[in-house]
């Protein structure tokens, strides 16, 4: 672990363990995450990707080609092959994340030529597998997976849509925010008879991958299950709960990481990190602009869905994709200078991942473009190099999510003590369900935003809204009840009622 390696601060003040379990994982875990600490007494420290394009602003290009390397191993794993792009894209992937200027995209050309090379049969593999996704972490790596697989995608989410039957739920234990809901506008998407690909950015213990498991498999039983995460640090104790599980409903339990390892902590880990959040959880001054958000015109986006919260299949994904490409193409002339940010909302953060690679692509050379996102997530900054977490802006919610109001967080999108980490322009990408007051406030997102930039840019993209469940049919007047029409009508009435 070198002075670099954004995670020597943990390490050194909790005296933990973080060690890959090596020959069976593709990359180190170092490689993968460093490590902050959080103000949860649940669990203190924190797992931080480096590949995620959540807390650390990322190479868009490392962030989707990560996604598509998990994909294209849980596709080979699926089929039962090995096409030997767990290697080949294990070593881009660390090149990119060690600098090299051309593996990223490297790793993205190799993981589409994976894709453009299925085995025998592997359509109708695809059109039996769903891919979830878990809110709001992993929503851009399970599109970016499904992607891969060229499988229909759902998401967890926080919202909770008029009119939509909840299609399940289930807890995550340890987290901030505990509660997932589902609401696929298609109820078949979870009912079907192919493995169900659940994918999160880290398992740590996997009861929140069992949660879901026993959830959703009450409802529809199938017999394969596999999780797809970028990093498993599950103990002995974990894998065997696992196994106890998929014994007991007779199922076949799977588990495809891009780095495998296990985190050993002294038994006064959580008290010493307690303190250690007591000392350094200070508040800090917020930074306000002087300047205005440029808004940014949308075109070209009638009829597209912006993520997978409702469901999202190949006619989606490609759709998205034309409408990214036309707006990255419209913004990439308004920039003021060469190091931009793109700042993704919470849980949508897949159409921003989009706009930013095919930034990255007309802006190459000329300009240095990062990705990261929003976060309900409290964790502790620390400006040091060998933590995760530099800095943190707070702001007030700007969205109505079904468990209330509340903060919310950016990391490492001020600068700091470091001012070549400073961003010339942010571009904040939000739905208009989170367009709202709070927003433009004092104090609020677009006013921090500005104190860490030359300009911020605010693109607002239509929330996909699912119609809402039929009302029942009101019967016929009384004068014209048959037997005949009484019966059509009772037919009618049972295909239209809420949740058949």
């Known amino acids: 672990m070198s002075n670099g390696w954004g995670g020597k601060w943990v390490v050194d003040r909790l005296r933990l363990s ?38 650390v602003p990322t190479d868009p290009a490392i962030v989707y080609g990560a996604g598509r390397l998990l994909g294209a191993l849980a596709a080979d794993f699926i089929c039962g092959r090995d096409s030997g792009v767990a290697e080949a894209g294990a070593a881009l992937l660390r090149s990119a994340l060690k600098g090299s200027p051309d593996a990223a995209l490297a790793l993205l050309r190799r993981c589409a030529e994976h894709a453009d090379r299925p085995p025998a049969g592997w359509r109708l593999i695809a059109e039996s597998v769903t891919v979830l996704g878990y809110a709001e972490t992993a929503t851009a790596l399970g599109h970016a997976v499904a992607d891969a697989l060229g499988a229909d995608y759902l998401h967890s ?15 995550e234990e340890h987290s901030h925010a505990t509660r997932h809901l589902l609401f696929p506008e298609d109820a078949t998407m979870l009912a079907r008879g192919g493995p169900l690909l ?8 996997g009861k929140t991958a069992l949660n879901t498991i026993v959830a959703l498999h009450a409802r529809a039983p199938r017999s394969r299950y596999v999780i797809a995460t970028l990093v498993d640090l599950r103990s002995a104790v974990d894998r065997a709960r696992m196994a106890s599980l998929a014994a007991s409903l007779r199922v076949d339990i799977s588990v495809v990481a891009l780095a495998k ?28 602009g002087r300047t205005a958000p440029r808004r940014l015109s949308l075109t070209g986006w009638t009829g597209v869905r912006e993520g997978g919260r409702h469901g999202f299949n190949r006619h989606d994904r490609a759709a998205l994709r034309g409408a990214a490409n036309e707006v990255a193409e419209n913004a990439a002339g308004g920039f003021t200078g060469d190091r931009v940010l793109v700042l993704g909302f919470e849980e949508l953060m897949y159409a921003p991942l989009l706009i930013a690679t095919r930034l990255k692509d007309l802006l190459a050379g000329s300009a240095d473009i990062r ?10 900054a620390v400006d040091d190099p060998g933590y995760a977490i530099r800095t943190r802006l707070t702001f007030p919610s700007h969205d109505d999510p079904a468990d209330g109001p509340g903060l919310r967080f ?77 019966r059509a009508l009772e037919a009618m009435t049972a295909m239209r009622s809420p949740g058949s």
């Open 18 to 55: 973080l060690a890959t379990d090596s020959p069976a994982s593709p990359l180190a875990l170092t490689d993968l995450v460093g490590l902050a600490l959080r103000r949860n007494p649940r669990r203190t420290h924190l797992l931080v990707s480096s590949v995620l394009g959540k807390h």
């Open 157 to 171: 989410t926080r919202r909770r849509p008029p009119g939509l039957p909840e299609a399940g739920g289930f807890e």
């Open 371 to 380: 990705f990261s996102s929003t976060t309900r997530s409290p964790v502790v």
């Open 261 to 288: 390892g296990h985190l050993e902590l002294p038994t006064d880990a959580a008290s010493v990190g307690q303190q250690l959040v007591r000392e350094h959880d200070v508040a800090a001054d917020s930074p306000t």
């Open 198 to 205: 659940l994918v999160d950015d880290e398992l740590s213990t």
């Open 410 to 486: 950016a990391y490492n999108v001020a600068p700091g003590s470091d001012r070549a980490r400073r961003f010339t322009d942010i571009l904040f990408i939000v739905d208009d369900a989170g367009d709202t007051a709070e927003l433009y406030a004092p104090g609020g997102l677009l006013d921090q935003l500005a104190g860490c930039c030359d300009q911020v840019h605010l693109l607002t993209l239509p929330t996909h809204l699912p119609l809402p469940e039929p009302m029942l049919c009101p019967p016929p007047p009384p004068a014209c009840q048959n037997p005949s029409t009484d």
